[in-house]
């Protein structure tokens, strides 16, 4: 299991947030499963400056479970999402191209 502060490569902590910032330029959305905040406060936290910074909006996906995403993660957040995959893909596109889902959900009548 890496920590925060390895990576695959090897690379120091500098490298890696370097690659972190060329990334964060690169992208439209920052996702954050607020279930491994714990774990990886750290990055996480370098993540979601790094989003502020570069004016990226952050979808926040709550845990899945009884457990609330911690307060400090909500308030960073631009959308909160449930773990299910239609959410997360409609507040994506919402947040990140301003493009209103047009899904419309069906009700199957058994008659």
Do not use: C
């Amino acid at each position: 299991m890496l920590q925060p502060h390895e990576s695959p490569e090897g690379e120091a902590v500098a490298q890696r947030r370097t690659r972190v910032i060329d990334a964060m330029k690169r992208a439209e959305v920052l996702v954050v499963m607020s279930g491994q905040y714990e774990r990886f406060r750290s990055w996480l936290d370098f993540d979601l400056s790094a989003a502020k910074a570069h004016i990226r909006p952050v979808v926040l996906v709550e845990p899945f479970g009884p457990n609330d995403a911690p307060d400090e993660l909500k308030r960073q957040a631009d959308v909160i999402v449930g773990w299910d995959s239609r959410s997360l893909e409609d507040a994506i596109r919402v947040q990140a191209r301003q493009d209103m889902s047009k899904r419309y959900d069906v009700i199957d009548f058994d008659l």
